[in-house]
């Protein structure tokens, strides 16, 4: 959406600026903040911690998953017949 802001023919260097920012900015901040964190907190603390975040993250996107799964299940599935359709013309057709 950056290249509806742009003047015309300049597209592809807001997008390079804002990656450049996203990526380069955004990490560097990250990385100092998790370095003071890593000195000033006990190791095994941090890691209990962020074992037990990635934990409820996993139950949070297996029960988003299963949710969203069982919505749309049914929408595209195709019927048997038609699938053994298919593969019946594809078997047909020539390979050239």
């Known amino acids: ?3 509806l802001l742009a003047p015309p023919g300049l597209s592809g260097t807001l ?10 900015l955004g990490r560097g901040i990250g ?13 095994r603390t ?3 911690v962020i074992a037990i975040f ?3 993250a996993a139950v949070i996107f297996s029960i988003y998953f299963l949710i969203t799964r069982q919505k749309t299940g049914t929408k595209n599935r195709k019927p048997r017949n038609e ?4 593969d019946e013309k594809c078997k047909e ?3 050239l």
């Open 15 to 24: 997008q390079g600026v804002a990656l450049g920012i996203t990526f380069g």
């Open 83 to 86: 699938n053994a359709r298919e």
């Open 93 to 95: 057709e020539p390979l």
């Open 1 to 3: 959406m950056f290249f």
């Open 54 to 56: 990635n934990l409820v």
């Open 31 to 43: 990385l100092v903040l998790s370095s003071f964190i890593y000195r000033l907190s006990d190791k």
């Open 46 to 48: 941090l890691f209990l």
